[in-house]
């Protein structure tokens, strides 16, 4: 075991879940906008929809009863974020956020594993992210979860991942 890794685990013992609601969307957008510029810049693609989701358009997102939305604080700020929707037996992830200056600390791998657990009875969590995207590729395969498939999207590729809970 390294010292990240090490680091890592203890740092997971540290944070702790909270459930967000349309009251914390503005966050829910800093945090949003400040993590996928890096996405945005791999794909060369300003166009993904956490970028251009309106504030309203967030809102309703989190004021709806299908959907969970979760997050970490660190002495108050948002570090990390994540929403699932339940369809049918599975749950669709979505959005997993770190702020830039929190990522490869544990915050993305923490809020994976608890989405993991809000919808006890699911079968399975469906994701995905971009082809460019590796690091969340790594955490996503790290921790069990298999691409399904590819989505071509003008220049790159939508990468589909799925895990099975139960």
Excluded: W
């Excluded at 203890?10 to 957008?29: H, I, R």
């Excluded at 800093?30 to 996405?39: D, F, G, I, N, S």
């Excluded at 993305?108 to 809000?118: I, K, R, T």
């Excluded at 996503?140 to 139960?166: F, M, N, Q």
Aim: no cysteine; net charge negative; glycine share 8%.
């Amino acid at each position: 075991m390294t010292n990240d890794d090490a680091d890592s685990r203890s740092k997971k013992n540290e944070y702790t879940v909270t459930v967000l609601s349309d009251a914390d969307a503005g966050e829910v957008m800093t945090l949003q906008r400040a993590a996928y510029v890096t996405e945005a810049q791999a794909h060369h693609d300003l166009d993904l929809p956490p970028l251009t989701q309106t504030l309203e358009e967030l809102r309703a997102e989190l004021d709806d009863p299908d959907v969970a939305a979760l997050g970490v604080r660190e002495e108050g700020r948002l570090i990390g974020a994540v929403r699932l929707r339940r369809v049918g037996s599975a749950v669709e992830l979505g959005r997993l956020t770190v702020v830039p200056d929190r990522q490869g600390k544990g915050v993305g791998s923490f809020l994976l594993g608890e989405a993991e657990m809000v919808f006890p009875n699911a079968r399975e969590m469906q994701l995905f992210t971009g082809e460019h995207s590796t690091a969340n590729i790594r955490l996503y395969e790290r921790s069990g979860y298999v691409e399904t498939g590819r989505t071509p999207v003008g220049d790159y590729s939508i990468v589909h991942l799925t895990k099975a809970l139960s």
